[in-house]
């Protein structure tokens, strides 16, 4: 869940879905540690390792772009390619160059490609982007990276209006008849490559690319599920990894009905802070001074319940009216970053004193990355595919998501009952998981800089810490704030810090806390 670039129920709905059918009764921490790879290259493989990119121009100024090939099954690579899309932008400036810094998104289904000309290639400091070849790859199944395709635009219109909050039986089964409509789109537009999506393969791809751009380490930072793929790598070629900062952290070891609590918490973290920023503002429609959080979420849910029976009118051309899904996925989104907050309350006053929901549909579209148009990208399908093939589901069955709906309540008053009704997607999923819940050590890796937000709400702190734990030469950083990761978000003290530690190899002192 990321939400870096524009991630949301991918992070707090899809992710949290995913693990194994015994996760759905069990709270504890995975005893399983990820195995390293050999280090010697499989003769199997050495074709990819030693083919040579032919660079072009992307359309975007300064930036090339090439294809990589990389078996799409590596148990058996003689069985076909997958087609992996790359980006770079050279060094600008002098100095000692270091390599190359792959950088990811999260997602898992965020294009890494997209976010290196949008961001990383133009926004990171001019110290980073003049010592080292900014890199990108899409992950297989994203982006411009052969994309799972489920849904066209007006199925997947109907498919973000799902009802996350069943008030009877007919709309249970209307939810799980969409949760099957979602995954039989995926399987019917994308067989071939839904067994292939997994983060351990897109961390081999990753290797592969690291040679071939002619890199003895692996230098890289990831964000929110970029995390999980960044520790990934680490686990299975530690003695290749390079400066690895891990920001807004994932924790690989536990269980889906953990993952799910923990998210589900974080998001009710992160509107607690919403709600006591926004009493101070004459323009909050959810209270005023005085007014407590638990009071702003009880105004909240009386807007969600009132759109559930009469959605709003919008601006939108297609004639979508704002219902509870889309206004609870646009309130959700702002959660990912408090400079969202005064568009969120400008949103909310719209739609509750002016009956337009246009303003909440616009932040719903931004996290779902719906155009003007109707399009979509295809973030959403990439991220179930990677997500439900990672883990098994949380649940199989509406009757299960029931008996756990008071946890999640619990967790969260304002979003429980959506989040977990949501974890129901991967009970559908046409292709069996070939993962599970896995603890990462990444025993002989250099320094890694795992980093934390407090009041994270996609990638709750404690993850950080339990991650930071796990791996054998961890540094945690944290950050006393809010939003989701922490790196080039306004804290002088976290951007130093790590940008320290990619240009000089420095970690940050243990315990380190920046505000």
């Known amino acids: 869940m990321m939400r870096t670039g524009g991630t949301l129920l991918a992070a707090a709905a899809l992710l949290a879905s995913a693990c194994s059918a015994r996760d759905a009764t069990s709270a504890t921490a995975a005893d399983a540690v990820l195995a390293a790879l050999p280090r010697a290259t499989p003769s199997a493989l050495s074709q990819y390792y030693a083919q040579k990119l032919t660079w072009r121009p992307c ?5 090339e772009c090439a294809t990589m090939k990389a078996p799409r099954d590596y148990a058996s690579p003689a069985a076909g390619d997958v087609k992996l899309a790359v980006a770079r932008k050279r060094a600008t400036g002098h100095g000692k160059p270091l390599g190359s810094l792959l950088v990811n ?16 290639g133009v926004g990171y ?3 980073i982007r003049a010592r080292y070849d900014m890199v990108a790859v899409d992950p297989r199944g994203v982006g411009q990276s052969e994309p799972v395709k489920c849904l066209d635009g007006r199925q997947m219109d109907a ?3 799902t009802d996350l909050t069943p008030d009877n039986r007919t709309e249970v089964n209307q939810l799980v008849a969409a949760d099957k409509r979602f995954a039989e789109g995926c399987g019917r537009h994308s067989a071939g490559l839904l067994r292939h999506v997994s983060t351990v393969e897109a961390a081999r791809d990753m290797d592969i690319l690291r040679s071939v751009l002619g890199d003895r ?9 970029g995390t999980f793929l960044g520790a990934t790598y680490a686990g299975l070629f530690p003695d290749r990894a390079g400066r690895l900062v891990l920001d807004g952290a994932m924790d690989p070891s536990l269980s889906s009905r953990r993952l799910n609590e923990d998210q589900t918490a974080g998001f009710e973290t992160a ?7 926004c009493v101070r503002h004459p323009d909050c429609p959810l209270g005023g001074p005085g007014t407590s959080p638990a009071k702003v979420g009880d105004h909240l849910k009386a807007f969600f319940g009132k759109l559930d029976a009469s959605p709003l009118r919008t601006g939108d051309v297609s004639g979508r009216k704002l219902g509870e899904a889309l206004a609870t996925t646009g309130v959700i989104a702002a959660m990912y970053d408090q400079a969202a907050w005064p568009q969120l309350r400008e949103a909310l006053t719209s739609a509750m004193k002016h009956h337009d929901g246009t303003a909440l549909l616009v932040l719903s579209d931004s996290y779902y990355e719906r155009d003007a148009h109707g399009r979509y990208s295809n973030l959403m399908f990439a991220n179930t595919a990677v997500n439900c093939l990672d883990l098994p589901p949380a649940f199989s069955s509406p009757e299960e998501v029931e008996k756990a709906l008071p946890a999640f309540e619990k967790a969260s008053p304002v ?3 959506g989040l977990g009704w949501a974890s129901l997607s991967c009970a ?4 069996r998981a070939t993962g599970e819940a896995h603890r990462i050590e990444a025993v002989g890796a250099a320094p890694i800089v795992v980093v934390g937000t407090i009041r994270d709400p996609a990638t709750p702190y404690r993850w950080a810490r339990s991650l930071a734990s796990q791996l054998s030469s961890a540094r945690l950083l944290t950050y006393d704030g809010d939003g989701h990761t922490a790196y080039g978000r306004g804290s002088k003290c976290i951007d130093s810090a790590i940008d320290a530690y990619l240009l000089r190899g420095t970690p940050p002192a243990k315990g380190k806390r920046c505000s």
């Not at 509107?271 to 920023?277: E, I, V």
């Not at 559908?428 to 292709?431: A, G, I, K, Q």
Request: charged share 10%.
């Open 217 to 225: 380490k692996l230098n890289y930072v990831g964000a929110s599920y």
């Open 428 to 431: 559908y999923w046409p292709v």
């Open 159 to 161: 498919y973000a209006q």
């Open 415 to 417: 979003f429980g009952r």
């Open 59 to 63: 359309g975007v100024p300064g930036f």
């Open 105 to 120: 998104p999260g997602g898992p289904g965020g294009s890494a490609v997209g976010y290196l000309e949008q961001h990383a």
């Open 271 to 277: 509107f607690q802070s919403f709600a006591k920023d």
């Open 125 to 127: 400091p001019s110290e």
